[in-house]
Nanobody, 125 residues
Framework: QVQLVESGGGSVQAGGSLRLSCAVS????????MAWFRQPPGKEREAVAA????????YYADSVKGRFTISRDNAQNIVYLQMNSLKPEDTAMYYC??????????????????WGQGTQVTVSE
């Protein structure tokens, strides 16, 4: 069974850093689009960053530009999200997602057909 397995979440103070990892388990297949979403308590899931086209193209939400970096190790089939200068508003459950086809927008959660279980990121003042 193919799964996405996230790791690297935790609790940090504002200004700190974390690196999230998303490993593909059960397959060596590489998805064209891989993305990180987050969902704060009581809010909708939102796209944070995406990587596609073999890792040559990326997308970032305006709220994380200049602070977060998405990267991909194609050999290991792992996607990373390096998060620097973390803010309390970055607190959320972070999810990894994958798909091979985007019909409308890579920011839409319903475009993705494979999801991880999530990893919690908590940033305190």
């Amino acid at each position: 069974q193919v799964q996405l397995v996230e790791s690297g979440g935790g609790s940090v103070q504002a200004g700190g850093s974390l690196r999230l990892s998303c490993a593909v388990s059960g397959s060596t297949y590489s998805w064209y689009y891989m993305a990180w979403f987050r969902q704060p308590p009581g809010k909708e899931r939102e796209a944070v960053a995406a990587i596609y086209n073999g890792g040559t193209s990326t997308y970032y939400a305006d709220s994380v530009k200049g602070r977060f970096t998405i990267s991909r190790d194609n050999a290991q089939n792992i996607v990373y999200l390096q998060m620097n200068s973390l803010k309390p508003e970055d607190t959320a459950m972070y999810y990894c997602a994958a798909t091979n086809r985007i019909r409308y927008s890579l920011r839409r959660p319903d475009e993705y057909n494979l999801w991880g279980q999530g990893t919690q990121v908590t940033v305190s003042e």
